[in-house]
């Protein structure tokens, strides 16, 4: 698309979105502004009446006494138009912000994690968060456009009626003025484009500096200092970028302004010049130098506008435009429902990470059936985690194939596909909710069925902590947002993870490193219920604890990537491979921490 049909596009998008965020209350504010616009207009023309009437040699009281009423009005009804305009102003802007943050953050919720995972990807979202009050003051920019021309067109035909050469100088003479803006507006959008990675950066180790999450650790190795100086680093690039653009803007602007109040002195004293010639009568001279000023100012703002908007504005509602037009996680195909898990197979998969060279999975291949329970063991980096994620499709293989029931993944929506799953991730997300609304999250619908909370929190490990709870289910699981919440270790967060996990009931149970951060009696205690919770269901475990892959109908040993042995945990031990390695490891490790207890 070429940059004229771009900026098209751009500008009724910002329109119709304005519209459908606010429907009639943006008609009413289009009407309030354009008699808002009207009134200084019908000021000057009742001024330009009122001096007349005063020079006259006979002075008409009523004539006079209605001129000067009629000011009056025109003044006072445009006072209170603007606050009206105001407080609509706000209004629609905070309709359109809480509009364009709904959109951005419902599309990226589904948009596939090979997107979000890059540099791009954080860049793009960055830049539309940082960019979004230009794009909510689009609509803006484009209403001036309207009622800059509207006023322009009506002062700009009463002063050629008075001198066309003289009306077509003094508006040029606007012209360095609006060409200097634009070049600056320019320069600080590729200035703002190519900071956007340092300010992510300074954004972070602010968050680092501030927020209680890491707090103790910026204290415990005595973080603060450090962190203060890439702050520092980054903000002090940053800030010097922008004082040679405002030092080049300085100087710019101050030429450019002078110019153009030449202009406006010249054509003042050539209108007085008339007056005092007696062509002209001293209200007709008002009118004219009220109405270039108004011409000026009203040609200056839309040229720059209009200028504005096609080279920066534009390009930055585009970007949004093409966030929204991204391809979503949705496959496509003939969109089959998952009536019953039987099975889910991978076919020779290979998979390597988004922006990385080494291939994480090569050739993976095996099944999973209905009922069964299978451990993917390996060292980390051997692929386990990933396999998950391709189960859930996070992501797609760049070769190979994942099947749900004999078909491609594809085939099916996506949505329905992990609505299968029921997860607990390594890196769990500590929401900073109630209990009730971090169990329930896996199941919305669920979220006032307190018995089976109350039943998910037993499973999970967390019952005994929820019966000191003041406020039970209710109680906040942080003091961010109330005084009254918990504040909860990490163990105690992984068991309300593993609660909303088994809260949302699905066929398939998927825990990955469930015992990273509990003790070894509550490992135990999670490893034995996932035997009997998950009974007939299918169940993977992922850990680096091999004595729970005894409770496996299969075992799937990862080495590099590959599949390097699977079977039953007594078979891999008789074949003394590397899974019988890493269990003898871990027996070893095992047996000398319980001599050294008993000692």
Same mark, same amino acid.
């Given at each position: 698309?070429?940059?004229?049909?771009?900026?098209?596009?751009?500008?009724?998008?910002?329109?119709?979105?304005?519209?459908?965020?606010?429907?009639?209350?943006?008609?009413?504010?289009?009407?309030?502004?354009?008699?808002?616009?009207?009134?200084?207009?019908?000021?000057?023309?009742?001024?330009?009446?009122?001096?007349?009437?005063?020079?006259?040699?006979?002075?008409?009281?009523?004539?006079?006494?209605?001129?000067?009423?009629?000011?009056?009005?025109?003044?006072?009804?445009?006072?209170?138009?603007?606050?009206?305009?105001?407080?609509?102003?706000?209004?629609?802007?905070?309709?359109?912000?809480?509009?364009?943050?709904?959109?951005?953050?419902?599309?990226?919720?589904?948009?596939?994690?090979?997107?979000?995972?890059?540099?791009?990807?954080?860049?793009?979202?960055?830049?539309?968060?940082?960019?979004?009050?230009?794009?909510?003051?689009?609509?803006? %920019?484009?209403?001036?456009? %309207?009622?800059?021309?509207?006023?322009?067109?009506?002062?700009?035909?009463?002063?050629?009626?008075?001198?066309?050469?003289?009306?077509?100088?003094?508006?040029?003479?606007?012209?360095?003025? #609006?060409?200097?803006?634009?070049?600056?507006?320019?320069?600080?959008?590729?200035?703002?484009?190519?900071?956007?990675?340092?300010?992510?950066?300074?954004?972070?180790?602010?968050?680092?500096?501030?927020?209680?999450?890491?707090?103790?650790?910026?204290?415990?190795?005595?973080?603060?200092?450090?962190?203060?100086?890439?702050?520092?680093?980054?903000?002090?690039?940053?800030?010097?970028?922008?004082?040679?653009?405002?030092?080049?803007?300085?100087?710019?602007?101050?030429?450019?302004?002078?110019?153009?109040?030449?202009?406006?002195?010249?054509?003042?004293?050539?209108?007085?010049?008339?007056?005092?010639?007696?062509?002209?009568?001293? *209200?007709?001279?008002?009118?004219?130098?009220?109405?270039?000023?108004?011409?000026?100012?009203? %040609?200056?703002?839309?040229?720059?506008?209009?200028?504005?908007?096609?080279?920066?504005?534009?390009?930055?509602?585009?970007?949004?435009?093409?966030?929204?037009?991204?391809?979503?996680?949705?496959?496509? *195909?003939?969109?089959?429902?998952?009536?019953?898990?039987?099975?889910?197979?991978?076919?020779?998969? @290979?998979?390597?990470?988004?922006?990385?060279?080494?291939?994480?999975?090569?050739?993976?291949?095996?099944?999973?059936?209905?009922?069964?329970?299978?451990?993917? #063991?390996?060292?980390?980096?051997?692929?386990?985690?990933?396999?998950?994620?391709?189960?859930?499709?996070?992501?797609?293989?760049?070769?190979?194939?994942?099947?749900?029931?004999? @078909?491609?993944?594809?085939?099916?929506?996506?949505?329905? #596909?992990?609505?299968?799953?029921?997860?607990?991730?390594?890196?769990?997300?500590?929401?900073?909710?109630?209990?009730?609304?971090?169990?329930?999250?896996?199941?919305?619908?669920?979220?006032?069925?307190?018995?089976?909370?109350?039943?998910?929190?037993?499973? *999970?490990?967390?019952?005994?902590?929820?019966?000191?709870?003041?406020?039970?289910?209710?109680?906040?699981?942080?003091?961010?947002?109330?005084?009254?919440?918990?504040?909860?270790?990490?163990?105690?967060?992984?068991?309300?993870?593993?609660?909303?996990?088994?809260?949302?009931?699905?066929?398939?149970?998927?825990?990955?490193?469930?015992?990273?951060?509990?003790?070894?009696?509550?490992?135990?205690?999670?490893?034995?219920?996932?035997?009997?919770?998950?009974?007939?269901?299918? *169940?993977?475990?992922?850990? @680096?604890?091999?004595?729970?892959?005894?409770?496996?109908?299969?075992?799937?040993?990862?080495?590099?990537?590959?599949?390097?042995?699977?079977?039953?945990?007594?078979?891999?031990?008789?074949?003394?491979?590397?899974?019988?390695?890493?269990?003898?490891?871990?027996?070893?490790?095992?047996?000398?921490?319980?001599?050294?207890?008993?000692?």
């Amino acid at each position: 698309m070429n940059e004229k049909a771009s900026f098209w596009k751009s500008m009724w998008f910002s329109l119709k979105f304005t519209y459908t965020s606010n429907k009639m209350r943006y008609i009413f504010f289009l009407i309030l502004r354009l008699l808002s616009e009207t009134c200084p207009l019908l000021s000057i023309y009742f001024l330009k009446n009122i001096l007349d009437e005063v020079v006259k040699d006979n002075i008409s009281r009523e004539q006079l006494s209605l001129w000067i009423a009629l000011f009056i009005v025109v003044t006072i009804l445009r006072q209170v138009i603007d606050y009206i305009l105001r407080f609509l102003e706000t209004v629609i802007k905070t309709r359109i912000i809480h509009q364009y943050d709904l959109i951005v953050s419902q599309k990226l919720a589904k948009l596939p994690m090979s997107f979000i995972d890059t540099s791009h990807g954080r860049d793009t979202v960055d830049y539309l968060k940082y960019s979004r009050d230009e794009v909510v003051n689009l609509t803006h %920019f484009i209403t001036n456009v %309207f009622f800059g021309a509207y006023t322009f067109i009506i002062s700009f035909l009463s002063l050629i009626s008075f001198d066309y050469l003289y009306s077509l100088l003094f508006l040029a003479l606007t012209i360095p003025g #609006v060409i200097s803006q634009i070049y600056i507006g320019r320069k600080m959008d590729i200035f703002l484009r190519k900071s956007t990675p340092d300010i992510r950066k300074s954004s972070y180790y602010r968050w680092m500096l501030t927020d209680p999450w890491p707090a103790k650790d910026v204290r415990m190795y005595n973080l603060s200092n450090p962190i203060k100086e890439r702050y520092n680093e980054e903000k002090v690039k940053f800030i010097k970028g922008l004082r040679k653009l405002d030092l080049k803007k300085l100087t710019v602007r101050t030429v450019t302004e002078l110019v153009k109040r030449s202009g406006e002195i010249v054509f003042t004293f050539f209108v007085i010049s008339k007056a005092l010639a007696g062509n002209i009568m001293i *209200g007709e001279a008002t009118l004219y130098i009220g109405f270039a000023l108004k011409a000026t100012m009203a %040609f200056e703002n839309i040229t720059y506008l209009i200028l504005t908007l096609y080279y920066i504005g534009a390009k930055r509602l585009e970007k949004l435009i093409q966030f929204i037009a991204m391809p979503v996680e949705k496959q496509s *195909g003939q969109v089959m429902p998952v009536k019953e898990f039987h099975s889910l197979t991978f076919e020779d998969v @290979h998979f390597t990470y988004p922006m990385t060279d080494k291939p994480v999975l090569k050739g993976v291949s095996f099944t999973l059936k209905k009922g069964e329970k299978l451990s993917l #063991v390996g060292i980390n980096g051997s692929g386990k985690t990933t396999i998950v994620k391709l189960m859930l499709g996070l992501y797609t293989p760049q070769s190979g194939r994942i099947l749900i029931n004999d @078909h491609p993944m594809s085939d099916y929506d996506i949505d329905e #596909v992990r609505q299968q799953f029921s997860v607990l991730f390594q890196d769990f997300v500590q929401f900073p909710l109630t209990l009730r609304d971090n169990v329930a999250l896996s199941n919305v619908a669920g979220i006032d069925d307190d018995e089976e909370i109350i039943e998910a929190l037993k499973l *999970g490990g967390i019952y005994e902590e929820y019966s000191k709870f003041s406020n039970g289910l209710d109680t906040d699981m942080t003091r961010r947002f109330a005084d009254d919440g918990v504040e909860l270790s990490k163990g105690q967060w992984q068991k309300i993870a593993l609660s909303r996990a088994y809260f949302k009931n699905a066929p398939i149970i998927i825990l990955d490193e469930p015992s990273a951060a509990l003790d070894a009696e509550a490992e135990d205690k999670i490893f034995r219920q996932f035997a009997e919770i998950s009974g007939n269901r299918t *169940g993977i475990i992922i850990s @680096h604890r091999i004595s729970s892959s005894k409770l496996a109908d299969k075992i799937i040993v990862l080495d590099g990537g590959k599949i390097v042995e699977s079977g039953k945990h007594e078979n891999l031990i008789r074949q003394d491979g590397l899974y019988a390695k890493l269990y003898n490891l871990q027996l070893q490790k095992y047996t000398l921490k319980e001599e050294a207890v008993d000692a």
